[in-house]
């Protein structure tokens, strides 16, 4: 017999247990309880194939999911009909450039953006429309790239002359071969939310050990969760900062001021 939903366990994949999105899912959690109660209007920009969309919906949420791909677009409406919220949800093939035409100004209470701002032309432009979408006290929580992190791994690979382009150059970028568009420093960053007009609120470090530590060290109910446990510590710790200055996202709730 199957458990109840109340205690039936997560899949392991799921949002809320994957080693490399429990702990950014635990927060975006909680910035939406704080904001206040469901439903909340969600803009999901970059959302892709609705992994973090679906769960919002779940929890009672309108979420809107801006993607360019319709591929992947396509899946999230899959996703969204399996987990019987397709009603909660509405899909649009656009990208971060075009959020005035998919929002009205200050109509949406939180927006996440994750993984976006490594590819959109103007990260700044793309910053100055989530603020503009959002209501006066909505937040938004932005998850980048950071290059600390990519220094670090390319060092350990034994890639030392691209460690060592990726410490200088000014998109963060190991070389021509590499993936990511760009990448991001804290500072930087916090300086482009500054000047979108929203304030930080909290800045926290993701991802710091589950992509050094082996598959195989994590094949286990317990060791993800001591994993999960250690990451949540770690990430923003307040006598260790130093630590999630290398991680490999950087995470960060900002809020639009009121009044």
């Given at each position: ?30 910035v939406a309880a ?214 490999t996202q950087l ?9």
């Open positions: 017999m199957d458990a109840p939903d109340a205690v039936r366990r997560p899949r392991r994949g799921d949002v809320a247990t994957a080693p490399r999105t429990a702990a950014v899912w635990e927060v975006v959690q909680r704080d904001l206040g109660p469901a439903p909340l209007v969600v803009l999901d920009v970059g959302g892709g194939t609705g992994g973090l969309a679906v769960p919002l919906a779940g929890l009672g949420h309108q979420v809107t999911v801006v993607d360019p791909s319709p591929d992947a677009l396509a899946a999230f409406e899959r996703r969204a009909d399996e987990a019987g919220v397709v009603t909660q949800v509405r899909a649009v093939q656009a990208d971060a450039a075009q959020l005035a035409q998919v929002a009205a100004p200050g109509s949406v209470d939180l927006v996440c953006c994750h993984g976006v701002l490594e590819y959109v032309d103007e990260p700044a432009e793309a910053l100055a429309g989530v603020a503009e979408v959002l209501r006066p006290g909505g937040a938004v929580s932005l998850l980048v790239a950071q290059r600390s992190a990519a220094v670090l791994a390319r060092a350990l690979a034994g890639r030392f002359g691209e460690a060592a382009h990726a410490l200088d150059d000014p998109d963060g970028r190991w070389g021509v071969a590499d993936p990511l568009p760009r990448r991001f420093d804290q500072s930087a960053l916090l300086d482009l939310v500054g000047a979108a007009g929203l304030r930080p609120r909290q800045v926290h470090g993701v991802r710091l050990f589950s992509d050094l530590v082996p598959e195989a060290l994590v094949d286990g109910d317990d060791a993800r969760t001591a994993l999960l446990d250690l990451e949540r510590r770690a990430g923003d710790h307040p006598e260790h900062p130093a630590l999630a200055a290398l991680a995470h960060v709730v900002a809020v639009r001021d009121e009044g």
